[in-house]
């Protein structure tokens, strides 16, 4: 049984263009996260979706981040045109139910660097 | 909003001894859960432990252990026996929202 899966696990862009990174929960998880490390910090909660649903963006900056969850494939974080404070890694978790109790299992995370 | 401090930014324990990481957290929902993970170098998160905030008894996980206190909001991680493996950052988690961690060593 296949962790959450991130891919890539590290990626460079120049100032201005778009990153993508996917992640794919593990078999019969309908709930992701995404959550975003800078260096030395913890990690801030960015969205929460579930399929085809934004139950969560409270985290979300207002400009140039989107994020998606179709009904199939994995679930995009979308950064437009990035900066430089957009260096971080980005974390997906996923679990089979709500956001209470259940255990949210990790990917192993993006290292996005801009330069 | 929930937000979750973890007064530490770094501690540090002998080996096979015993150490206790703090955690204080706010929220306004009554029926919460709060979460323990570990992360090494490898920056893989590991859940440690889980507390239901309604259960009144402390949630044990062979060596780890929590001292759940709800009405001071308190949520301590202790490690007992610690081993060279324990080295890592380690998050404390209300619901969906994480401190910004303890970074915990062990002196061999």
């Known amino acids: 049984n296949a962790g959450v899966m991130q891919n890539p696990r590290h990626l460079v862009r120049r100032r201005g263009q778009e990153a993508r990174l996917r992640c794919s929960p593990m078999?019969?998880?309908?709930?992701v996260y995404w959550y975003r490390q800078l260096p030395e910090e913890g990690l801030k909660f960015m969205v929460y979706?579930?399929?085809?649903?934004?139950?969560?963006e409270s985290g979300m900056p207002k400009e140039r981040f989107s994020a998606e969850f179709p009904k199939e494939g994995p679930s995009i974080l979308r950064i437009q045109q990035v900066v430089r404070g957009d260096s971080a890694a980005y974390f997906c978790?996923?679990?089979?139910?709500?956001?209470?109790?259940?255990?949210?299992?990790f990917g192993q995370g993006t290292r996005l660097t801009v330069v | 909003a929930q937000t979750v401090t973890q007064s530490q930014p770094e501690m540090s324990v002998q080996e096979a001894e015993t150490v206790t990481l703090s955690c204080t957290y706010d929220?306004?929902?009554?029926?919460?859960?709060l979460f323990w993970y570990k992360q090494p170098p490898s920056r893989q998160m590991i859940l440690v432990i889980r507390?239901?905030?309604?259960?009144?008894q402390n949630a044990t996980e062979n060596r780890f252990s929590v001292n759940f206190q709800k009405a001071a909001k308190s949520f301590s991680l202790k490690i007992s026996d610690s081993q060279l493996g324990d080295a890592a950052m380690y998050f404390c988690?209300?619901?969906?929202?994480f401190g910004k961690g303890t970074k915990l060593t062990v002196n061999p």
């Open positions: 978790a996923s679990s089979p139910g709500g956001t209470r109790g259940t255990e949210a299992f």
């Open positions: 078999k019969g998880h309908s709930h």
């Open positions: 979706l579930q399929k085809e649903n934004i139950i969560d």
């Open positions: 929220t306004s929902e009554s029926d919460y859960y």
């Open positions: 507390q239901e905030a309604y259960k009144q």
């Open positions: 988690a209300c619901s969906l929202v």
